[in-house]
Each structure stands twice: as structure tokens, then as C-alpha cells.
């Protein structure tokens, strides 16, 4: 049996890195394709039909760019930075519940990797440590624009961590758990937390760009006043790393927004349906996955919709207006339990 | 397994603590020290003690050493030797760091050798058997504890302004 379970967790987690990075592969193409839409041009259309081959185009090209390594730059830390940007980026996926458990020969196999009952912690520690990447690899270009953008990196990182961190402690005040898979169990049917926890979900939904670096929070990769931010020494595949964990970091936080406030896999009048238990969990994941993609568009549409911030406008957005407003979120939500129970 | 992954996480924080204090260049110090943080939080992960695992990860590798990068890329401290001290203080400090060790090996030659249940059959790392401890027998420490942390937090903010 643990010979056994230990091979189906390893197959789930080839699975879900084989599955995030696809879909990392084409959001690219997604938002080029948004990013026209909204431009009213056309966006990539040349290579295989509807432009669908883009992806694998730009994976060959990053391949085959010329490997660049600055003059006095600190080689090691200079590789880590992108390494581990990159393996931060999918360690999330983890502790997400991608769909319910399915019954084969009377085993049951749970679509989560690990059901850790620290689940949210675990998320939150993991986005913690995810600016080393930034910081080490903008500091060991040894350039001043990327140690500007490292900076402008860490700083917004850790800024809007608090936020976060508070707008999620109203959620778990109202659920009561911190295991990711409980929290969602508890939103099946309509019930989502979404309609308990408006004001949290939008901190959350605004310090989720913030964490991921896009637009109108990217400063920095800002390229009219940074060049390229922490990545501007970089070339060849070190640099798709990083622009590639950009992608499963919107993927991963879309995820996370779909199970905190909208009910992960559950969908509504799931039980009046008339299937399986496996069927049943295999459009629960299909449900999910939609949702997914419904939160990756909304990054997308924001990111083409509004402009960049500045950079003390940033700081204030994080430090007096949203702090106070998820403290205030909190408060409210422990009020309101303590009344009704 | 679980004996191998133990030697494997000691060797490598016993390791990584070891650099932290020979490595001359301190963006080499700040991220070994890092790296014997998430040693010791998978010391906490084999000893069943999750939400210690994660909280010790979530402050010290995501908030104190993040901190301590930060100060090391603002400062640019990148030379080799930036911090020569004279020889009275690296005395002084060989003194001072001899004598928190024999405080520290005396300490632990009085206390009693525990034996250690096994952890995965003890609750007592899980955040509600935590909870339950502090919020009931030691709700005033705890309380007090936070009163603290709110008056740092004032007084950071106090020193930053210096209007």
C-alpha cells in the first residue's frame, strides 16, 4: 500500500506540473491574443492555425538565444535567481484540491497532492519566499536597473504580503480551518465565500497582482523607467524562466482565488446530478478549471485596461489603504461570527 | 526514510550555520543563514510540527532574512573583508561567544535526557493543540507578548520619522 500510494502521488504530481506548465505555455498566447483584442489588432497568427504553435515558437527561440553572462557578476547566484523563481512558482500547486477524490477499486485517491492541514500557511510561506528569486537574480546581475527592480521587488512583495495575509485570516476565521480542502468542502453548492467576504476577496484579488508583479503593479520590470527591472541582464532561457513562472504564478494564484472565495470544485445543484462519483469529480475539476481561466482573463483584461502605477501611489495603495481595510475586514467578520453564535 | 532524511537535514543545517560564519562575503552569510532556516523548519516537518514548520518559515526565510537581503542590495555590500574590525573587538567578541557556549553546554549537561515520544502519535505541533495551550493556559503571557510587539512597532515607526 505505501509502495503503491507513493507511486499515485508521484503520477499526480508529473500530472500537475505537466499540466501547469501547458497552461503556462499558453497564456502566453492568450494574453498576446487579449492583448490585440483589446489593441484591435490581431495578435500572433502565423505560426500553426490561429497562431496555436506560438508558444512552442517562442520556447524554441528562448532555447537558442545567445547564453549572455555579465562581466563581474556572481555566477552562481546568478543562476540560483531564475532556478529558484521557477521552482517556487510550482510548489504551490501542492496543497491545491484540483478536484474531489475519485473511487478506483475501492481505493480512494484524493486529486490533492498533499492535504496538509496548514494548507493556506503553507501557500502564504511559499509566496513569502518566492521574492528570493527576484532579489538574488536582480542583485547578481550586478547592473543598477535590476538591483533598482529587485528592490522595487522586494519591497512591493513584502508590502503586499500583509494585506494578503490579513484579507485570508477573515477567511479562515469564517471556516474555522486552515486546510484548503475543508474550506472548500464547506462552499459547496452556492455557498461561496465570495458573498461573505466581498471586501476580502477584492484585497485578496488586488494583492494577488501585486504578488504576481503585473500590471498596474509591475514596477519591476517598469521598461520606461527600468529597462527591463531584475531581469535586464538576462537573455536565453534564464529569462524565460523568469517571464515563464510570471504565467504559472498567475495560474496558481488563479487557482487559489477559485478555491479561498468561489468553491473550487463544486459547482451548483452538483448533487441533483444523476452520475457517478467519478464523473461527478471529473466536472468538478472541468468546473474548476474553468474558473481558472475565468480569473486568468480577468488578469489579463486588467493588465491591458489600466495603467502602471507610481511608485509612491504603490506604496500608499499597499500600506494605508488596504492594510486598514482588511484589519477592518477582520473586525467585522469576528463581530459578526461572535453574533450569530 | 525518516532516519536518513534527519541526518541528511542536520549535515546540511550543521553545514549552512557553519558558512554563515566563515563566509567573508555577507550576501553569501545572509543566504546560508537562510538555507539553515528551512533546515531547521524540516526538523519541525519530522517531528509532526507543521504549523511550527511553516510559521518558522513564513518569519524568519519570508520576513527577518528577506529583510536582512534587502539591507545587504541597498547597502551594496559585495567586497570581501568590508567589516575589519580591530583586534581588541575580534578578542572581545571570541570572549564573549566562548562564554554563551560554555553557558550553553552546561545548561544542556543539568537537563535531564528526555525520551522522545513518537511524533506522529503526539498532537502537540498541530495549530489546534497550539491553540488550545495558548489561549487557555498561558492567555496572559500571550496577550502581554503582543502588547510588546505592538509598542516595537511604535517605536519603529517613531525612529523612522525622525522629523
Not at chain 2, 3 to 13: E, G, K, P, Q, R
Request: proline share 3%; with cysteine; hydrophobic share 55%.
Amino acid at each position: 500500500m505505501e509502495y503503491q500510494f507513493i507511486l499515485y502521488k508521484a503520477t499526480l504530481s508529473i500530472a500537475i506540473l505537466t499540466v501547469s506548465l501547458l497552461i503556462a505555455m499558453y497564456s502566453t498566447l492568450a494574453e498576446r491574443k487579449l492583448a490585440a483584442f483589446f489593441q484591435d489588432r490581431l495578435g500572433p497568427d502565423r505560426a500553426g492555425p490561429f497562431g496555436l504553435l506560438q508558444p512552442l515558437a517562442d520556447g524554441i527561440k528562448l532555447f537558442y538565444k545567445e547564453e549572455f553572462m555579465p562581466a563581474s557578476a556572481n555566477k552562481f547566484l546568478y543562476i540560483l535567481g531564475p532556478s529558484l523563481t521557477m521552482l517556487v512558482a510550482l510548489l504551490t500547486s501542492a496543497v491545491i484540491p484540483w478536484g474531489n477524490s475519485l473511487i478506483i477499486n475501492g481505493h480512494e485517491f484524493s486529486l490533492q497532492v498533499a492535504d496538509i492541514n496548514i494548507g493556506i500557511l503553507y501557500v502564504f510561506a511559499v509566496v513569502s519566499v518566492g521574492v528570493y528569486g527576484i532579489m538574488i537574480g536582480g542583485w547578481a546581475s550586478n547592473n543598477k536597473y535590476a538591483l533598482l527592480g529587485a528592490i522595487r521587488a522586494a519591497s512591493q512583495m513584502i508590502s503586499y504580503e500583509l494585506a494578503m495575509g490579513l484579507s485570508i485570516i477573515a477567511v479562515v476565521m469564517m471556516s474555522g480551518t486552515l486546510s484548503i480542502q475543508k474550506i472548500v468542502d464547506q462552499q459547496a453548492g452556492f455557498n461561496w465565500n465570495v458573498w461573505y467576504q466581498p471586501l476580502g476577496f477584492v484585497i485578496f484579488l488586488v494583492c494577488a497582482l501585486a504578488e504576481t508583479n503585473r500590471a498596474p503593479f509591475d514596477l519591476p520590470e517598469c521598461e520606461t523607467e527600468l529597462v527591463g527591472g531584475y531581469h535586464t541582464e538576462y537573455s536565453s532561457m534564464k529569462l524565460g524562466f523568469y517571464l515563464f513562472a510570471e504565467y504559472i504564478n498567475m495560474f496558481i494564484s488563479a487557482a487559489i482565488i477559485s478555491c479561498l472565495y468561489f468553491g473550487g470544485y463544486h459547482f451548483p445543484f452538483e448533487s441533483m446530478l444523476p452520475v457517478s462519483h467519478n464523473i461527478l469529480t471529473i466536472i468538478g475539476v472541468l468546473i474548476l478549471f474553468l474558473k481558472i481561466t475565468f480569473f486568468g482573463f480577468v488578469f489579463m483584461w486588467i493588465r491591458w485596461t489600466l495603467p502602471r502605477f507610481r511608485y509612491d501611489q504603490l506604496m500608499k495603495l499597499g500600506w494605508k489603504k488596504l492594510i486598514p481595510l482588511a484589519i477592518f475586514n477582520m473586525v467585522i467578520t469576528g463581530f459578526v461570527i461572535r453574533l450569530l453564535h | 526514510m525518516k532516519v536518513y532524511l534527519f541526518y541528511f537535514l542536520c549535515i546540511l543545517a550543521l553545514y549552512s550555520a557553519f558558512m554563515v560564519v566563515i563566509s567573508k562575503k555577507p550576501i553569501h552569510t545572509v543566504l546560508y543563514l537562510t538555507l539553515a532556516m528551512f533546515c531547521l523548519g524540516g526538523h519541525y516537518v519530522l517531528l509532526n510540527a507543521q504549523f511550527l514548520a511553516v510559521v518558522h518559515i513564513i518569519v524568519y526565510a519570508g520576513a527577518i532574512m528577506v529583510l536582512f537581503l534587502f539591507t545587504v542590495m541597498l547597502l551594496n555590500l559585495n567586497k570581501e573583508g568590508e567589516f575589519q574590525k580591530p583586534a581588541l573587538v575580534q578578542v572581545a567578541a571570541m570572549a564573549a561567544g566562548g562564554i554563551l557556549m560554555i553557558t550553553l553546554v552546561g545548561v544542556l549537561k543539568q537537563t535531564d535526557v528526555v525520551m522522545a515520544k513518537d511524533p506522529t502519535m503526539t498532537q502537540i505541533g498541530l495549530v489546534s493543540s497550539l491553540a488550545k495551550v495558548l489561549y487557555h493556559e498561558y492567555l496572559l503571557p500571550f496577550e502581554v507578548s503582543s502588547v510588546l510587539f505592538l509598542s516595537a512597532m511604535v517605536g519603529a515607526v517613531l525612529l523612522g520619522k525622525k522629523d
